[in-house]
């Protein structure tokens, strides 16, 4: 699910509220409702605990053999570990045994970075030690040097059991 100018309609159709703070902050965020809020001005702070299940992608522009961007997990909260069973900082999600979804989670995150949009989604997930639960993932843009160029992906990855 993409976001766009009915963010209300986006709001409402995430399943999960404890990503809502999350999405709240990077509406709030955004200068002109339009382009991806700077980096600069995200403070950790204003999430709190919610910290534990954030990823931090950097997109390399680029580096993809056609061209496009490859995305490099930065930062990853302890939650996000846990439920993944393993640390994936510093490697690309395109990378062996990074995301089993990986080609449909990159097209996303290059919808994104074309549009500057965000990208909700739900599903089935399995735990590392093989029990199944749900999966909320909320992804939103956040630009760096060049205004309106998204550089960073921001995720909240949550999961029930």
């Given amino acids: 699910m993409a976001g766009g100018a009915d963010n209300n309609g986006f709001r409402a159709a995430i399943g999960h509220p404890g990503l809502l703070p999350l999405y709240d902050y990077w509406c709030e965020l955004q200068q002109d409702g339009a382009s991806p809020p700077p980096r600069d001005a995200f403070d950790p702070r204003r999430l709190g605990r919610a910290l534990a299940w954030l990823i931090v992608n950097d997109v390399v522009h680029g580096a993809a053999p056609d061209g496009g961007p490859r995305f490099r997990i930065r930062l990853e909260g302890d939650d996000v570990v846990q439920a993944r069973g393993y640390g994936a ?32 989604s739900e599903g089935g997930f399995r735990h590392a030690e093989g029990r199944y639960g749900q999966l909320y993932r909320l992804a939103v843009p956040f630009a760096g040097a060049l205004p309106g160029r998204v550089d960073f992906i921001f995720v909240g990855f949550l999961h029930t059991i």
């Fill in 89 to 120: 900082k510093g490697r690309f999600i395109d990378e062996p045994g990074v995301l089993l979804l990986h080609n449909e989670v990159a097209a996303q995150y290059r919808r994104i970075v074309e549009t500057g949009q965000p990208w909700y």
